[in-house]
């Protein structure tokens, strides 16, 4: 499901490593889409606050911030059903091509 939302997006990437990154980007997406619509904007600041601090010389959050937009509403309107956060995600190193493994936890009971 990560690679038929965000697919295009983790492909941009020039390397192995900027793919994960935007692997990583891709489930923090997935993630904060997972939340009640009110709580989103919210989650996103603080996920682009850490961005900001964590990469000081990096331009890109304006970037970011719309890549990230467009993938909180592609999961909800392809897989809005699915609420099972993402806890890990990896792309492993396999010469030209690439894959991805995504570790899930069970919907939290009450949700």
């Avoid at 923090?28 to 603080?46: D, E, G, S």
């Avoid at 961005?51 to 890109?60: I, M």
Wanted: glycine share 6%.
């Amino acid at each position: 499901m990560i690679i038929a939302f965000a697919g295009d997006f983790i492909e941009t990437g020039d390397s192995m490593e900027q793919r994960q990154s935007r692997l990583n980007a891709a489930c923090t997406a997935w993630n904060i889409a997972n939340l009640p619509k009110q709580r989103r904007r919210q989650a996103l600041q603080r996920y682009l606050q850490r961005y900001r601090a964590e990469n000081p010389g990096v331009q890109d959050a304006d970037f970011l911030r719309h890549d990230m937009e467009q993938l909180i509403k592609e999961k909800t309107r392809r897989f809005g059903q699915v609420t099972k956060p993402i806890v890990h995600a990896l792309i492993p190193e396999d010469g030209e091509r690439y894959s991805s493994f995504a570790v899930s936890m069970r919907t939290p009971v009450g949700r």
